[in-house]
Nanobody
Framework: QVQLVESGGGLVQAGGSLRLSCAAS????????VGWFRQAPGKEREFVSF????????EYSDSVKGRFTNSRDNAKNTVYLQMNSLKPEDTAVYSC??????????????WGQGTQVTVSP
């Protein structure tokens, strides 16, 4: 089992930045690729970013490419999502997920509970 806990969400003005963290415990984290997803009220969950087990491969949705950066520190069992130039449409609950899948959108075996990101105009 892998337990995932997100943190770092909050309220920020448009144009601001936040850094989300996804802390893992349990099985060896280096065995897993990690995806970030978000879900806004009334909308389906959407893929945001993917990072492979050693950080050598990252992928982003078109809506965040160039603004968000995905990274990981396996020594700390943590994945980070640096979000810059935030827009109101980035408002959502952000969740991380871990799995052995090489497909950026999953399927993933383990999910965190999510952290709220709210971007005001």
């Amino acid at each position: 089992q892998v337990q995932l806990v997100e943190s770092g969400g909050g309220l920020v003005q448009a144009g601001g930045s936040l850094r989300l963290s996804c802390a893992a415990s349990g099985r060896t984290f280096t065995n897993y690729n990690v995806g970030w997803f978000r879900q806004a009220p009334g909308k389906e969950r959407e893929f945001v970013s993917f990072i492979n087990w050693n950080g050598g491969r990252t992928e982003y949705s078109d809506s965040v490419k160039g603004r968000f950066t995905n990274s990981r520190d396996n020594a700390k069992n943590t994945v980070y999502l640096q979000m810059n130039s935030l827009k109101p449409e980035d408002t959502a609950v952000y969740s991380c997920a871990a799995g052995r899948t090489a497909k950026r959108e999953g399927p993933y075996n383990y999910w965190g509970q999510g952290t709220q990101v709210t971007v005001s105009p």
